[in-house]
């Protein structure tokens, strides 16, 4: 085995015992760059702990939600149900301070959040399902639980309608499909985000972090520039699209 192998060997069992605050730390600074990135690579493919994630949601839950459903119309978004790899990456460029959220700093310290926890709470959240609805049920049925149908219902998110023109939106929103799909839920295999069942506060709130360069829109194409092309009518019509598609 050569000084590589066996570099990148340890690395990835430090990782894989320890879910140690200087994982990051370690590789950074004794392996070459490009083994950095296979040795995140490895980390990206490792199998996450869901119940570890279940637990550190607890503290996620205290803004975002029990669920993940975010809260406060759109103070806090919603991450149930989005990307794990999306999640992940949030998670790193806030602990980088690339993406600057002062609120999150000392959530994703390494010593509070050590890099397994951000894969396994980024596959927890990816994996809750929020419906718009309640299925219908006959509440006279001799199994019917009251209990679980008031649990079931914590966990129905509905985004109120926003304003705007949605026909309008819906042909304006074929700009957008072939990134975040056609039913506005995004794209795990490529970690693009939903954004139907986010909240359109939120939404409005992250236009001008993309049009001032503070988010990244593509990251294969940094200078695209695609919001810039819609008006504010029409970024309105296609939230107001997005805020109906799955009613």
Not at 204 to 215: C, D, S, T
Not at 224 to 234: A, G, M, P, Q
Request: aromatic share 10%.
């Amino acid at each position: 085995m050569n000084m590589f192998q066996y570099s990148r060997l340890f690395g990835y069992r430090f990782m894989m015992s320890a879910k140690s605050t200087l994982t990051t730390l370690w590789l950074a600074l004794a392996c070459p760059a490009g083994l950095y990135a296979a040795a995140l690579s490895d980390f990206m493919a490792m199998e996450p702990d869901l119940l570890n994630g279940e637990d550190i949601n607890e503290t996620c839950a205290g803004c975002h939600g029990e669920f993940g459903q975010g809260g406060k119309e759109g103070e806090y978004p919603r991450l149930a149900g989005q990307p794990r790899d999306f999640l992940i990456k949030q998670l790193l460029l806030f602990r980088d301070r690339t993406r600057p959220n002062l609120a999150m700093v000392e959530y994703v310290d390494h010593r509070q959040m050590p890099d397994l926890d951000i894969l396994d709470i980024s596959a927890f959240l990816e994996a809750v399902e929020l419906p718009s609805k309640l299925p219908p049920i006959d509440e006279t049925a001799p199994d019917f639980n009251a209990y679980q149908r008031l649990v079931d219902a914590k966990r129905v998110v509905q985004i109120p309608r926003a304003q705007g023109d949605v026909e309008n939106g819906k042909t304006l929103y074929k700009e957008c499909r072939s990134c975040h799909g056609s039913d506005g839920y995004g794209d795990r295999e490529k970690a693009v985000p939903m954004l139907a069942g986010q909240y359109t506060e939120y939404l409005w709130r992250q236009v001008p972090k993309y049009l001032e360069g503070i988010r990244i829109h593509d990251e294969d194409a940094p200078s695209d520039e695609l919001l810039k092309e819609f008006s504010e009518t029409e970024l309105g019509d296609i939230f107001a699209y997005l805020s109906v598609i799955d009613d």
